[in-house]
């Protein structure tokens, strides 16, 4: 059997309060075999990247009589036992399963009086967190306990708990009607990133034709009108509404005030919510906005580093938005200063798309700085962090930025090798249109050319195609287009890039949104 690093995957994956309940587990529930569970898993721990070998030798080394792959797979379960217990105690969802767990050793022990103590305590947990699928799995004990009860009342008792499981069953119908519509929805989103066709649009608005689409949840459900609000900001998101956008999206900010429970229950999503809230401000310009919703990321209470990376990954997120379209320069590069081992903190649980667009808006923040090296340096990690089809709009940008910066750089060598390379790649691709052809052109010609007039025009040629494709595009899907228009208005006029950025940075901060 081929060895996996799943142990090692899930101790880095432990938050420092989690590592020490381990320790505290282990030294309790391993009797004489302590030490060669805590041992591994310290040694495992230290590794920077999981070698099976340097493992198998240090433990054959320590337990002479001992059988590494066998020790290694209970370590693993000894970690997820700890785990367990540890969620028990601070995870709503799996307290009430060991509560529903009690219930049904109780009764096997006939102490009936005891179990209903913990059901009911089950139920009101549920309610409390709208678990339907749980509050189901309560309402059906229930139905069984009424069974051994005596008869008197019974069709009462029998007919109430009827309509509770009717109305359960009701909000589960309609929660999961929403769940198709928005499944459907960021289907089409995640596939385009927001450069979307009129097809998907039209796809879209035929979800929002159903009865389910014309107002609001009727029933005070979190999650339905959650989805409600999702789906409709991501609609007006697409059409570049973003207006509304930003209204259904704060919505949803404010539905999460209203339930802070689930807020408790799952702060990563809310996390989530109050990131794209944020980022749809910045565009429309509404800065209060804006600025309550990083307010609100940096004060929610985190309960595990899943939830720390999520929250991480936001705030960069925002703040580099922010200095791109917003803030001084020099408080963007302050930023960067630490910005790479904060990445490699959470490289193993950050989302990748996010990762990816970090990583761009890095390179975009040096490279409207004038600082095409560090620029480059960010290009060439997007190169080594792609994986799949995430973000391919980055991906296929960075090839043109590439041989940009190349050019300032005046790598013409270099130049000259990407021209070829990077073209071949975005044909493969079937992105390399007559945008892309004109400015692999242009910038060609440019490290042939010494003619300070024939450069011009080449420049001249390169600012037309970026205004009319940015037009064309109208806004989101113009991805970079605005920072090649600085680099060219730069040479145009002879002027550092950082100040033609600067310019247009108070212009926009001041303008009304499009």
């Known amino acids: 059997m081929t060895p996996t690093n799943d142990v090692f995957l899930l101790i880095k994956s432990l938050s420092s309060q989690e590592k020490r309940l381990f320790t505290q587990f282990a030294s309790r529930h391993v009797i004489g075999a302590k030490n060669k569970y805590l041992i591994l898993f310290e040694y495992i721990d230290a590794q920077e990247s999981y070698d099976e070998t340097a493992c198998k030798q240090h433990f054959d080394q320590v337990f002479s009589d001992g059988h590494f792959a066998t020790e ?19 995870k709503p969802g799996f307290r009430i399963r060991g509560w529903l767990d009690d219930v049904r050793i109780l009764r096997k022990k006939a102490l009936n009086t005891q179990s209903n103590k913990r059901l009911q305590k089950a139920k009101r947990e549920a309610v409390k967190y709208e678990l339907l699928l749980q509050m189901l799995e309560i309402l059906d004990l229930e139905r069984v306990g009424l069974q051994s009860t005596p008869a008197n009342g019974l069709q009462t008792d029998f007919t109430t708990l009827q309509q509770e499981i009717d109305a359960v069953l009701s909000q589960l119908t309609t929660l999961y009607q929403y769940r198709a519509i928005f499944d ?131 705030l960069v997120h925002l703040k580099l938005l922010y200095t791109l379209n917003v803030a001084e320069l020099a408080s963007g590069r302050e930023f960067l200063r630490t910005i790479n081992q904060d990445i490699d903190k959470f490289h193993d649980i950050l989302n990748p798309a996010r990762l990816l667009t970090i990583c761009h808006n890095c390179a975009m923040l040096h490279f409207v700085s004038g600082e095409f090296s560090q620029a480059l340096q960010w290009i060439n990690r997007i190169k080594l962090e792609r994986k799949g089809r995430v973000r391919t709009d980055l991906v296929e940008l960075d090839h043109l930025l590439e041989l940009v910066i190349h050019y300032e750089l005046a790598n013409m060598d270099t130049v000259e090798y990407l021209y070829r390379n990077n073209k071949r790649y975005l044909k ?28 011009r025009s080449l420049f001249k040629n390169i600012q037309e195609a970026v205004a009319l494709v940015r037009n064309a595009a109208k806004g989101r899907s113009a991805l970079g287009l605005l920072e090649i228009g600085f680099w060219v208005q730069s040479k145009l006029n002879t002027r550092a890039i950082s100040a033609v950025f600067d310019e247009w940075r108070r212009r926009n901060a001041n303008s009304d949104p499009d």
């Not at 930003?246 to 990563?268: G, I, K, M, N, S």
């Not at 996390?271 to 749809?280: D, E, K, M, W």
């Not at 007559?434 to 692999?440: A, I, K, N, T, Y």
């Open 428 to 455: 493969q691709v079937e992105r390399f249109g007559e945008f892309e052809q004109l400015v692999f052109k242009s910038l060609k010609s440019l490290s042939h050319s010494i003619d300070p007039q024939k450069r």
């Open 184 to 314: 459907k929805v960021y289907r089409i989103v995640r596939a385009s990133y927001y450069n979307t066709e009129e097809k998907d649009i039209a796809e879209i608005e035929t979800l929002l034709n159903q009865d389910l689409m014309q107002s609001p949840p009727q029933e005070p459900s979190f999650h339905a009108h959650k989805l409600y609000s999702q789906i409709y900001s991501h609609y007006y998101s697409l059409k570049n509404d973003y207006v509304q956008a930003t209204h259904f999206y704060r919505r949803e900010v404010d539905l999460w005030q209203e339930y802070p429970a689930q807020v408790e229950l799952a702060a990563r999503d809310y996390i989530v919510t109050l990131g794209n809230y944020a980022g749809l401000c910045l565009h429309s310009k509404e800065f209060e906005g804006f600025n309550l919703a990083l307010d609100r990321l940096g004060k929610i209470k985190i309960h595990d580093r899943g939830e720390q990376c999520e929250q991480f990954q936001n």
């Open 72 to 90: 290694k797979s209970r370590l693993y379960d000894l970690i997820l036992s700890s785990l367990r217990g540890h969620m028990l105690k601070s």
